[in-house]
């Protein structure tokens, strides 16, 4: 069997947790390869929303196995907050969730640490969630981090707490900021206890051991991969590889395993936090993005800057994942606008350039491609067949120029507003 790939393509926001939720009654195992309690997906049906941040998209599926992979971080106090409310709603997480040995635990002085170097930043900061990701990931690449299979060692409180005095000297070195860890660490440790109430596994063996026993695998990714730290809006990107790729580092799977990648997309763009975004609108149309797309952030709350759909970014992201199919969501939100832009192309420096550029950060001028909205409802629309003709000429387009079928269509946020090709 192949480990088949959903991932964002876009800053983040895409919608991918739905995705996934969709997809799940066609994979018996669901693993989240990569990022932490800083993403947000949120899940609707019936009439509810659920939003899970480190917990993967299909633990509300019945018997489907749900991974937590060595390329994500965890914070044990946010995993005991996410677990208790899923148990409340009588899903018995115990049986279905099972963590990665080699996945790095978030320390009450790596979230100081993040607030800490983000405000020494001032006019000059990424955006940080401040959920202590990027210095976790740091202590990961520096060697110096603590895993999860760490809580089952004798010596666990000895190695937390010598990582713990490494962090206060260089908290020490943020001239005028001061903390209080005291009430957070005491949450963290009950964490802990709650962290080995679960299945810790060595989840290389565990993948591949069901990729061999002929398991359906579907490996979810978080955040978008304009946020990867090698191919995204560097310095503007999360703390680990949000592409296709990382699902190979994140669970311990050979590239030649992977299968279907794919990968979800707004109709329109959106980004949260600082770094450069082409196809921003600052006008009444940008806000009206953000108030039909209720573009706030899952986790945080943050308004997300909201712009038109950026085809040179969408084209580069197919290309670096390896798109198969591509899946559009919040198709909806654009029901009322008469004419819907494209960026097909950027001006920088008075030349038109159609590959996404090495600095993001430099002045450029998007080149638009107009299209006549469809200005009608296409909720209650199950069947492409019955989409309205602009609506199709929009997706079509899409299509030729990315050169991968649009292959599900969401236009609306519960489960059954879904149009599979």
Known sequence: MKVDVVLGLQWGDEGKGKVVDVLTPDFGVI????????????LHFGDKVHVLRSIPSGIFRENAVNIIGNGVVLDPVTFAQETGELE????????????????????????????????????????????????TYMDKTGRNGLRVGDILSPSFMERYERLKQKHIAMLAQFEGFTYDIAEYEAQWFA????????????????????????????????????????????????????VCAGACIGLGVAPNRIGEVFGIFKAYCTRVG???????????????????????????G????????????LKYSAMINGVTQLIMMKSDVLNTFPTIKVAVAYEIGG???????????????????????WSCDINGIRRYEEFPRQFKEYVEFIERETGVP???ISVGPDRDETIVR
């Open 31 to 42: 693993a989240r390869f990569q990022g932490g309690p800083n993403a947000g997906h949120s």
């Open 88 to 135: 409340q709603l009588g899903v018995d997480v115990k049986a279905k969730i099972r963590i990665a040995k080699k996945a790095h635990l978030i320390l009450p002085t790596h979230r100081m640490l993040d607030a800490a170097s983000e405000a020494a930043k001032g006019k000059a900061k990424i955006g940080s969630t401040l959920k202590g990701i990027g210095p």
């Open 191 to 242: 964490g802990i206890e709650t962290l080995r109430q679960f299945t810790i596994i060595e989840a290389e063996h565990e993948m591949n051991r069901l990729l061999n026993n002929g398991q359906a695998v579907l490996a979810e990714g978080a955040q978008g991969s304009l946020l990867d730290v090698d191919y995204g809006t560097y310095p503007f990107v999360t703390s680990s590889n949000t």
């Open 274 to 300: 600082s770094g450069p975004f082409p196809t921003e609108l600052f006008d009444q149309t940008g806000k009206d993005l953000q108030q039909i797309g209720h573009e706030f952030g899952a986790v945080t």
């Open 302 to 313: 943050r308004e997300r800057r909201c712009g038109w759909l950026d085809l040179v970014a």
């Open 351 to 373: 030349q038109r350039v159609t590959e996404f550029p090495y600095e993001t950060n430099e002045e450029i001028t998007p080149i638009y491609k107009e299209f006549e909205g």
């Open 406 to 408: 649009v292959k599900i």
